[in-house]
């Protein structure tokens, strides 16, 4: 997004970056969407309205980008020396309930991280009655997440671990809407418990076998 | 609530009543629940709010009454010539999926209705950044409701269309959950089809049988 700079000049933004999203997080966090402004993220950040509006358009976009590069920083389902999940994909060792427990596990413990809880919470809220900007931000952070269990159940289909006729896009929400609602609702406890037991209950179903 | 008064005080009350519920839920509708006062609410019902305060202690209060009565008034699982949702239960006609896909069906048609979608989404969205309004409305609006499937899902249990072993509170969330998240998000479409489908997923599974 920004154009190769001198290397002086990338460090100089690289900081300044650095601190926008910062202040874009944790002002959103404290006075929710509505009332966060370019003005205040700048104030926040230590550096001129201009500086924001140099790199991007809105307060919209700062905050996607705060987001995407906050998912890259908090709990990674493969382990901290990888890649984000955008990039890295649910691993396939063949055991297709070990693999959703252990992405489920990593995304337990983000979601109980103060770094994510509290801003994710002020643009989830505000997806939830500007539906405009909660498809913005669906498209750009979950559903690319959400597609990476498409990935993975796709490929237990052709393991035969997935009946064939499962359209994957629905049967991940068996698994990833209860906790998205536990966390959003607070309808119940978040725990790895309660996660490997919602990946139980969806692969070999509530009914007598 | 009200306590018993003469017949015509008990009409006026009533048709007061009304009018309050009516603009509780359209104001806080329009300008979400941190904008809603009390004075709003009781200048848009016509009354005064000497009116409101003698019924209620706050418009959490008012909300939360208007809601019941909202979800009184709207789709009704077992048609509409009975009691809500709140006093009906879910039918037990033996057979599970349908009885479970007949509710959720009309679940969905009370979700895609306007008088109910806009007030529920503004209430929700607040919840989610309010934790303790949040909490109130979750143990007395939709808890209950959750509460009616665990009762069917156990009675499910004794007729051995469930497993002994599946909780039931955990259960429900395998297709409550997901439309829940579709419709708050905007993550996919809301439709009588794929209420159907996550029923049929969560019961069968979606390993190989």
Do not use: C
């Not at 205040?40 to 905050?63: E, F």
């Not at 596990?105 to 997806?127: K, Q, S, Y």
Request: proline content about 7%; cysteine-free.
């Amino acid at each position: 997004m920004v154009p190769k700079p001198a290397p002086d000049v990338t460090r100089r933004s690289e900081k300044s970056r650095r601190a926008i999203y910062a202040a874009a997080l944790s002002l959103v966090a404290e006075v929710g969407y509505p009332k966060t402004t370019v003005e205040g993220i700048a104030a926040r950040a230590g550096v001129g309205k201009q500086t924001i509006y140099r790199w991007w358009s809105s307060k919209a976009d700062v905050l996607l980008e705060a987001f995407l590069d906050l998912a890259d920083q908090t709990a990674r389902p493969a382990g901290p020396e990888t890649a984000g999940p955008e990039t890295a994909g649910i691993p396939d060792t063949g055991d297709l309930a070990a693999d959703l427990k252990a992405v489920l596990r990593a995304t337990v413990d983000e979601l109980l991280d103060p770094r994510f809880d509290a801003p994710a919470r002020a643009l989830t809220a505000e997806g939830v009655v500007n539906e405009q900007l909660g498809r913005v931000f669906v498209a750009r952070l979950l559903e690319p997440q959400l597609q990476l269990y498409v990935a993975r159940l796709r490929s237990a289909q052709d393991a035969g671990h997935v009946r064939r006729d499962v359209d994957p896009r629905i049967a991940l929400e068996l698994f990833v809407s209860p906790l998205a609602q536990r966390w959003l609702q607070h309808t119940g406890p978040i725990t790895h418990d309660y996660t490997d037991t919602l990946v139980d209950y969806a692969l070999y179903g509530l009914a007598p076998r």
